[in-house]
């Protein structure tokens, strides 16, 4: 099946620091990635949708001068925290998707997440 | 903007017992889908449900989806320590856009 791969799985930083969080699809070409936030004990949110060679589209409520995506490869997206502070401190989990594979589902195929803890 | 509600929130239960987890919305989706999560993971897919009045089985686990397609349910029969975790419901919208359900933790204690 489709691997995701995210790195680091877990980033501890100091507050104001930028921090870039990659997802790598490893066997598929993903045209569309998606970013989520989870906080402890809830539900996954969505924060954007990158889709390759373009500007990501981001959630109402998202700073997107604040999370950074990009999606410069098929198989390659970034997100980056810039200034970091506590608050942002959550789990991260990305998704990507291939091209439309003729059926009635577009299945995601999700990362492992990244924990990120700022001090 | 869509919502899946579900519930109940957190269950904690014996071992051997039945448990339902519902996930309700008042949008229609084109296709659901239920993933367990483990702390510290990604959600994982259990199944993916995609035809109004749908029921699917997958070992102990049994899924259906609402006629109108605008809610499901997870029963699982004879509950193991194994099963513990979040479940979350995931309601896929025409633009393959997926609403994740408020989640419902699941503890099973031997």
């Known amino acids: 099946g489709a691997v995701v791969s995210q790195h680091p799985s877990r980033v501890i930083c100091k507050s104001g620091t930028s921090v870039k969080i990659e997802c790598r699809s490893l066997?598929?070409?993903?045209?569309?990635m998606f970013w989520y936030r989870q906080f402890p004990k809830q539900s996954l949110m969505l924060m954007a949708t990158?889709?390759?060679?373009?500007?990501?589209?981001?959630e109402q409520g998202v700073e997107k001068d604040k999370f950074l995506i990009n999606h410069a490869s098929l198989t390659l997206s970034t997100l980056t925290v810039t200034s970091a502070h506590p608050e942002d401190s959550s789990f991260y989990i990305c998704?990507?998707?291939?091209?439309?594979?003729?059926?009635?589902?577009?299945?995601?195929?999700f990362g492992p997440g990244t924990r990120l803890t700022v001090l | 903007t869509q919502l899946l509600e579900q519930s109940p929130q957190f269950l904690s239960i014996q071992e051997g017992e039945n448990l339902t987890v519902y996930c309700n919305s008042s949008?229609?989706?084109?296709?659901l889908q239920w993933y367990r999560q483990e702390p510290g993971e990604g959600p994982v897919l259990l199944v993916t449900?995609?035809?109004?009045?749908e029921v699917k089985k997958l070992k102990r686990l049994t899924f259906q989806f609402g006629d109108a397609r605008k809610d499901s349910s997870l029963h699982i029969t004879a509950a193991q320590p194994g099963d513990t975790g979040l479940y979350l419901c995931a309601g896929i919208s025409g633009t393959y856009k997926y609403i994740f359900g408020t989640g419902t933790r699941l503890k099973v204690l031997a």
């Open positions: 449900v995609v035809t109004g009045g």
């Open positions: 066997d598929f070409q993903a045209t569309t």
């Open positions: 949008s229609v989706f084109s296709s």
């Open positions: 990158s889709n390759e060679g373009s500007k990501a589209t981001y």
């Open positions: 998704s990507a998707r291939g091209p439309p594979l003729g059926g009635p589902i577009n299945e995601q195929f």
